[in-house]
């Protein structure tokens, strides 16, 4: 992949401006990714935590978690828009287990694609 192609992960508080969000139909229809949505709104306080035994925990809210799927959801239906017509959405992946997993998986999903992890 190129440089632009590598998807970046924001640690939590981190915001990123100037992406286009990705079709509110996946988010509307993916139960998962309403869920998120809804736990969003209500303000849930932590979706995913990340526990190392060499640094402190890091955790991330609901709105923190739904705010990187949308932008890194947009950036994946961007780069399947270039694919040839007809060929399939599938997106794999090679994380670590950690918050970034789950916001890979999350934003494959919402742009629309079949996830294919490769991590153990």
């Known amino acids: 992949l190129a440089p632009s192609q590598v998807l970046s992960f924001a640690r939590p508080g981190i915001a990123r401006g100037g992406q286009q969000l990705p079709s509110p139909s996946e988010m509307d229809t993916v139960p998962i990714l309403q869920r998120l949505s809804q736990h969003a709104a209500a303000g849930g306080p932590v979706a995913v935590a990340e526990t190392c035994a ?4 890091v955790r991330c809210s609901y709105q923190q978690l739904l705010d990187n799927v949308r932008s890194n959801s ?14 399939p959405k599938h ?30």
């Not at 947009?74 to 060929?87: D, F, K, M, P």
């Not at 994380?95 to 996830?115: D, F, H, K, R, T």
Request: aromatic content about 6%; glycine content about 4%.
């Open 54 to 57: 060499k640094s402190d925990p």
């Open 74 to 87: 947009a950036t994946i239906a961007r780069l399947l828009a270039n694919s040839t017509e007809g060929s």
């Open 91 to 120: 997106v794999a992946f090679l994380v670590n287990p950690s918050i970034a997993y789950v916001v890979s998986e999350l934003s494959i999903w919402a742009a629309g694609a079949a996830c294919v992890p490769l991590s153990v």
